[in-house]
């Protein structure tokens, strides 16, 4: 949908130059009543030239007439075919100067935990080019000995439901296409909420990994007959050995 030039300085030109209400100038430029009024009585835009609609191509004169001789009647715009999508974004998204410095850990945590996105995705989610998202993924990036991984719906660089837009939509291509998905990348698929409600797998502790076939057979058979032993008098319990010199005091 276009919108309309200069409303302010429209609504100036629309003031000096027609008999149209305030209530219909205001309903036109997108702006108050009182606004409007506040114009007329020179309270509001001061030293700002009209901007003539008409002659800028975004008003044909019978809007004017009809509206002069109808207080009900709302003006509208002339349509304009090159204004049409005006609306759509186009190209890599904007990334203020502040931020720009945070998209390489983005990227980063991307590439790691949401490998099945494509680089032109992960570009419209933090704005970047390909090829960067290219040189992290390869680690060939000049500071990637530096760079850690960071959410980037926490950094501010994309929405929590853009996000998972384009994973929901990277899990479907994959459906689509028939690949088998393991259980670790079946859980990335899903959405953030999802995915934190979801219950984890156990897993075993990298320090005892290999040892769920150790035996300890023998083990239990000496304590076993370590917990069968007759332990009814202190000497026999410590096990302390039999002193020869009974007679000598400790030095």
């Given amino acids: 949908m276009a919108k309309l030039l200069h409303p302010k300085a429209t609504a100036v030109w629309l003031v000096d130059n027609t008999t149209i209400s305030f209530k219909q100038i205001a309903d036109f430029v997108g702006m108050h009543e009182l606004e409007i009024q506040g114009i007329a009585d020179g309270d509001v835009a001061t030293g700002v030239k009209g901007f003539d609609p008409v002659a800028n191509n975004q008003l044909v004169p019978e809007e004017i007439t009809n509206a002069e001789g109808n207080v009900l ?25 502040s931020k720009r410095q945070d998209r390489p850990a983005s990227i980063l945590w991307l590439v ?21 998202i290219q040189a992290i993924r390869e680690r060939t990036h000049w500071n990637i000995a530096n760079i850690q991984p960071i959410d980037p719906v926490a950094l501010g660089l994309c929405k929590q439901s853009e996000l998972d837009a384009a994973v929901q939509k990277a899990a479907a291509k994959r459906a689509a296409e028939g690949d088998v998905m393991s259980d670790d990348e079946r859980r990335k698929l899903v959405s953030t909420q999802t995915s934190l409600g979801m219950e ?34 202190a000497d026999s319990f410590f096990n302390l050995p039999e002193n020869d010199d009974e007679g000598e005091q400790p030095r």
């Fill in 73 to 97: 009647y709302k003006m509208k715009l002339k349509f304009n075919a090159a204004a049409s999508g005006e609306e759509k974004r186009r190209g890599p998204r904007y990334t203020p100067l």
């Fill in 112 to 132: 790691k935990f949401h490998p099945e996105l494509s680089d032109g995705q992960v570009g419209k989610l933090v704005g970047t080019t390909k090829p960067t």
């Fill in 200 to 233: 984890a797998e156990p897993k075993i502790p990298s320090a005892i990994e290999g040892l769920e076939t150790f035996s300890l057979s023998e083990d239990t058979d000496s304590e076993d007959d370590a917990s069968n032993a007759d332990f009814s008098d």
